[in-house]
C-alpha cells in the first residue's frame, strides 16, 4: 500500500495514541475543577502549551487549543469580524483559500461585510502587492494560507506581514494548516496575528488544533460558556487531545529537521517522473513550493478515473483537496492558474508524509505509465 494523501490526513504516530490514552486514563479530570484531580488535569495541559509555544517560538499565553483547522480558521474570521466591527467591515482573502476560510468570509459578506478576493497568479501565488494594494481604511482583517492545499505554493507571508505594519487596524491571519512541520515560518518575523494549524495533518489526532493568537488581540467568541482558554473556546477542554498534539508537533518537527531533505528528493524525483510521462503536465510550480505536495493533469483523463486506477494498485492519491473532492470534480485553484478546463478537470494531487520512500516513488511512476498507456490503448 502506498499512502500518497497525506494533505488530506495522516496517520497517527504511535506515540501520539499512546500518550492519548495514557493522559485520558491518568488524567481524566476536568481542568476547571478545584481539586487535585482537576489541577492534575490543568497541570498537564499547561505544559502540553508550553511545550507547542516554544516549538513555535510564542508565548504559551499566545496558544489556545481548538479542533482543528477549519475551527481555528471560523474562530479568527468571524471573531475578528464581531470583535472589529466598528473599525470597519472589510476583508482582504486569496482567491485559492480554504473552504473554511473562503466560506466563512461569504457568510459575513451576506451580513453586510465587504470581500475583496486577490486572484493569483500562474504559479498558484498572489503578489504582496497586489494584497496590500487593496487594503483601505475600513479593512479589518487579511487572510492569507501559507502553503495551498492543492498544489503546494507558499504565499509571501513574509513579504504580506511586513507591509501590513504600516496598517494596524488590519489584523493578518494565516492559514498554515498545509505548511506547518513542512515550511518553515517565523511568526513574529513575519507579523502575523493569527495562525491556525490542524493536528491530523502532521500525525496528530483529528479533532486537534492549535490557534496562535499574539498577545494584546481580543476577538469575540464564538461559544458562549464557561471562559475556558480565556473565553476564546469556551467548553470542557481536550486535555488528552492537547496533550497528543504536543506530542504530534515535537515528533513531526524533529522529522522536519532531519527528513526534510529526503522528501525534497522524493518530490523532485516524482517531478521529473511525471515530466517524462506522455500526456502530464505538473502544476505544481518548480520553485516556492511546499516539499510535500506535487500536483498534475492529464487532460482527457478525468481526476476520479485515476484516482480509482491508482486505487487498483492500492495507491492513494486525491483528486481536488480532501474536502471538495467528494463535491465537485472542477479544481478551482488549476482553473486560476491556468485559465485552462481540461486541466481543472483533471488534476490530481500527490501529498507525501516523512515516511514515505523513494522506491514508493519509483512504483508510483511505473504504474501511473502502465495505466495511462492502457488507458490510452482504450482512447485510440
Ligand atoms: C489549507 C487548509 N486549511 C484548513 C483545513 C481544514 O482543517 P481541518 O480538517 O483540521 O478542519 C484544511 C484541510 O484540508 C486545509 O488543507
Redesign the pocket.
Known sequence: MIYFDN???TLPYKEVIDSFTQSSTKFFGNPSSLHGIGASAEKLMSMARKQIASILKVEEQEIYFT???????NISIKGTALAFKQRGKHIVISGV?????KEACKQLRDEGFELTIIPVGPEGRVSAEDVVGALRDDTILVSI?H???EVGSIQPIEEIGTELKRFPKALFHV?N??GITKVPLDFKKAGIDLC?M????FHGL?GT?ILYIREGIALSPLFSGGSQERRVRSGTENVAGAVSLAKALRLSTERMASDLAKMSQIQQYLREGLNRLEGVVVNTPAHLAAPHILNFSVPGVKSEVLVHALEEKEIYVSTT???SSKKKAVSDTILMMTGDEALAASSIRVSLSYDNTIQQAETFIRSLKDILEKLQEVMR
Open positions: 494533505s488530506a490526513t479542533s482543528g483547522g477549519t475551527e481555528g480558521n483559500e480554504h473552504a473554511s476560510v494560507m502553503v495551498n492545499n492559514d494548516v498545509q491556525s490542524s493536528g491530523h495533518k483529528k488544533g483537496s480532501a474536502c
